[in-house]
């Protein structure tokens, strides 16, 4: 099977600090990518994407950049805010509209 | 802004019973998943419709697990009978169909307990 793993599962960050969160992905196939944010009982929500033809793509106070030599995934969340709180997936496709996912990091935001 | 539904959000049923969830996908979505999610990891997909057509359910333990979307639009998946290790969250997603990946959007999903 795939495996896409994650290397903090607990992030602790104070109210106002920048946010990393890193992803590791072993299929080199994989062309495109997703970070979602999960609260507690709620499904994943869409936070950012990238295909794997670009290197950093940039949204609202996020970023997300992919290394597809060392097939490295981050997310960083710009000025963390207590409603950032979460647990954050990343997921990979290699295979048409089949996405694997990573076991999750959770995201604890200090005020 | 358009949502995937689904229904029960809650279920707790006896092992051996059967249960059945619902998804209602955002309409115009060809796509819809289900995943199941065991508390403190990642969803793992069950299976992929593309339309009414099934595209993927490799990991759908077919002896008890069942899905369908008999007109390409809703979908429901059962289970029968449930054991004690089906507890878990199970999600349904939706995405458009497209020449290439896209987001898939997710519903609220359904937490399961099974006694």
């Known amino acids: 099977g795939e495996s896409v793993g994650l290397h903090l599962p607990t992030l602790s960050v104070q109210e106002g600090d920048n946010s990393i969160i890193n992803c590791a992905y072993s299929n080199s196939a994989s062309d495109y990518f997703i970070w979602y944010k999960q609260e507690s009982g709620k499904g994943p929500q869409f936070i950012i994407d990238i295909r794997s033809n670009m290197d950093k793509r940039q949204g609202q106070r996020v970023t997300v950049l992919l290394n597809k030599t060392v097939k490295h995934l981050s997310l960083q969340i710009a000025a963390t805010q207590p409603g950032d709180s979460a647990v954050y997936f990343c997921a990979e496709n290699n295979n048409f509209n089949k996405f694997y996912f990573g076991s999750g990091t959770k995201l604890n935001v200090k005020p | 802004e358009a949502e995937v539904a689904q229904s029960p959000r809650y279920k707790i049923t006896e092992k051996s019973q059967a249960v059945a969830f619902w998804c209602d996908p955002i309409s115009g979505h060809a796509t819809l998943y289900w995943y199941r999610q065991i508390l403190g990891q990642g969803p793992e997909l069950l299976v992929q419709?593309?339309?009414?057509?099934?595209?993927?359910d490799s990991q759908l333990p077919k002896d008890r697990f069942s899905a369908e979307r008999l007109k390409g639009v809703d979908s429901t998946l059962k289970i029968q009978p449930a054991e004690l290790g089906d507890s878990a969250m199970y999600l349904c997603?939706?995405?458009?169909?497209?020449?290439?990946?896209?987001?898939?959007?997710f519903g609220p999903g359904t937490r399961l307990t099974v006694t």
């Open positions: 419709f593309q339309d009414e057509s099934v595209v993927d």
């Open positions: 997603a939706s995405s458009l169909e497209d020449a290439r990946p896209n987001e898939q959007y």
